[in-house]
């Protein structure tokens, strides 16, 4: 079992920034991705971006790219989620989740709140 702990949402006005952190633990030896997603009132929840644990690889939305960078620590097991020039499409609860080699996204944060203002 994984568990994740987000952190970082807030109120912020449009422009702004904010940083989002993700702490995994338990079994988190077989994970081999990290990921954001983000769901808006009355909408699917999206993918943001993802990063790999082994190589630091990234992927983003087409929405988010250039505004949110992905990190990793991978000696705290802690992903984060540095965005930037934020918009009030940006708002929604954005939820951490962790990957198991060819098993997907199989554990999820409670979800933190990002609201931005116009």
């Known amino acids: 079992q994984v568990q994740l702990v987000e952190s970082g949402g807030g109120l912020v006005q449009a422009g702004g920034s904010l940083r989002l952190s993700c702490a995994a633990s338990g079994r988190t030896f077989n994970m081999n991705a990290m990921g954001w997603f983000r769901q808006a009132p009355q909408k699917e929840r999206e993918f943001v971006a993802s990063i790999t644990w082994n190589d630091g690889n990234t992927d983003y939305t087409d929405s988010v790219k250039g505004r949110f960078t992905i990190s990793r620590d991978n000696a705290k097991r802690t992903v984060y989620l540095q965005m930037n020039t934020l918009k009030p499409e940006d708002t929604a609860v954005y939820y951490c989740?962790?990957?198991?080699?060819?098993?997907?996204?199989?554990?999820w944060g409670q979800g933190t709140q990002v609201t931005v203002s116009s």
């Open positions: 989740a962790a990957s198991q080699l060819y098993m997907g996204y199989r554990y």
